[in-house]
């Protein structure tokens, strides 16, 4: 990934005015009925490699979408071609209906925050963040309002002149957001923003980052392999995989209803049924999914309902998480269930004690959902 520290980009739209504490942008695009980024047919071969093998796709102008997927599955290279770093093999790239495929990365109005911040070491945050103005020229007043107003859109008034080595990593990632944000671009490319930060702060920062997208209504794309950061952060998500996106959707519905084998195995827990299985238990050999905070654990002989699905089995194992315990059940049919439940009224002893037993799963038919064994 290459270090791009302040992805000059002209500027050539008025917006994201900071007005008085509470940033409220100016909202002269938003609504704006083109796609803030239209992928057509996109394509990128590496040699052998597929990186990208045909990828078509929507992101609305000033919405908070996430590219989401394993190592390797072709988010990064998709992120490099909407921001120019990368030309396509085949395909096209608009942003605001404006095909900018051919264009270098500073003709485009996006900027990119990368992982690793890419800060100078040797300024402070406010020249830092300045420096993207001064490459283009801005005039010195002008300067310093748009980074006071990015610091404290990021919230580090205060900080413009420490040197980023008397940063938190949390700081850090600010500042870096702070030197996008100043720039105004339309679009705002993140990848992987938060990797390099504990699980802590980077819940943390995931709330703080929504936030700050919803203050100033830019469109962020941003790519990550944690499919928890991307159910918490975004209004949509894209999910990869080897090269394609499997499914696109809100991440409640790609959560509850994922398309296919892949999304329902990477987006949660998998529980997948296939085969005689599904049969024994459902009277269909498609394959089938169900979250496994759906599944209740009751004795063998409780009588199932006639809008629910149940299939007997035995408590192979048990791990008590603290507020949820997690089993895993071997089921008569063959194959195995995860079950998880909260513990409001077990203790970790009951809990553990559970090892062993013959139960049965029942689970309302509405929250088992088929998925395709692939695209
Ligand atoms: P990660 O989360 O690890 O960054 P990713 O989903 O972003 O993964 P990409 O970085 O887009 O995936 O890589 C997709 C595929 O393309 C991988 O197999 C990768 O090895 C390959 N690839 C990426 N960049 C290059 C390159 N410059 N030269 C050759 N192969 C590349």
Do not use: C
């Not at 520290?5 to 704006?32: K, L, M, N, R, Y």
Request: charged residues 25%; without cysteine; aromatic residues 6%.
């Amino acid at each position: 990934m290459s270090a791009h520290p302040a992805d000059p980009v002209p500027h050539t739209h008025g917006h994201v005015q900071a007005h008085g504490h509470d940033h409220v942008e100016d909202h002269a695009h938003a609504g704006d009925p083109q796609p803030a980024v239209r992928l057509e047919g996109l394509e990128k071969r590496f040699g052998d490699v597929a990186a990208v093998a045909g990828v078509d796709l929507e992101i609305a102008d000033g919405e908070f979408f996430s590219m989401l997927g394993p190592s390797g599955s072709g988010k990064t290279t998709t992120l490099r071609m909407i921001a120019g770093f990368e030309l396509p093999t085949a395909g096209r790239v608009l942003l605001h209906g404006h095909d900018v495929t051919r264009l270098a990365p500073f003709e485009r109005d996006v900027n990119t925050v990368f992982q690793d911040y890419a800060l100078f070491p040797h300024m402070t945050v406010a020249e830092n963040v300045a420096y993207g103005l001064l490459v283009r020229k801005v005039p010195k007043p002008e300067r310093e309002t748009r980074v006071a107003d990015a610091l404290r859109m990021v919230r580090l008034e205060g900080y413009d002149r420490r040197k980023p080595g008397q940063l938190s990593g949390g700081q850090r990632q600010r500042v870096a957001l702070a030197r996008a944000l100043v720039n105004r671009p339309r679009v705002l490319l993140l990848d992987e923003p938060l990797g390099a930060l504990d699980l802590k702060l980077r819940e943390e920062m995931q709330l703080e980052l929504h936030q700050i997208q919803h203050e100033v209504g830019i469109t962020f794309i941003y790519v990550t392999h944690d499919q928890e950061e991307a159910l918490t952060m975004s209004d949509r998500i894209a999910v990869f995989n080897r090269g394609r996106i499997e499914q696109v959707g809100a991440p409640a519905e790609v959560y509850e209803r994922p398309a296919t084998k892949f999304v329902a195995g990477f987006v949660g827990t998998s529980n997948l049924i296939g085969g005689a299985a599904a049969t024994a238990i459902t009277g269909n050999p498609g394959l089938f999914t169900v979250r496994p905070e759906k599944i209740r654990i009751v004795d063998p002989e409780t009588p199932v309902g006639d809008d629910e699905h149940a299939a007997s089995g035995r408590i192979r194992s048990v791990v008590y998480l603290g507020p949820d315990t997690r089993y895993h059940v071997a089921l008569d049919a063959g194959e195995e269930l995860v079950v998880t439940q909260q513990n409001l009224a077990t203790t970790s002893t009951e809990a553990l004690a559970q090892q062993g037993r013959a139960v049965r799963l029942i689970w309302k038919r509405q929250h088992q959902r088929e998925v395709a064994e692939a695209l």
